[in-house]
């Protein structure tokens, strides 16, 4: 598969990281957070971390012949648990 059908592949994944990061940084650039901004903040580094390991799980799965489509977004539990 060329590189360009990956990239369209993956481009809703990616659009989704790339709103949730302008999310993120208006949230760090308005100084002072309620606790509201707090909590929404935590959920947003969550979802992050889901997002780059369903973007991770579908680039290994490409690359090891299978369908990415077979990829899932994983708990919060589980991404949240990995160790580097």
Known sequence: MN???KDTADQPV????E?????EHKLY???ALVEEDRS???RIQ????QCWDLLRQRRAR????QDPKGAQVRSPEV???YEG
């Open 29 to 31: 650039n308005q100084g």
């Open 79 to 81: 991404v949240e648990h």
């Open 40 to 42: 929404r903040l935590a």
């Open 3 to 5: 590189e360009k059908v």
């Open 14 to 17: 990616l659009g989704h990281i």
């Open 62 to 65: 490409r690359e090891f012949g």
């Open 19 to 23: 709103r949730l990061v302008a999310e």
């Open 46 to 49: 969550v979802e992050l971390d």
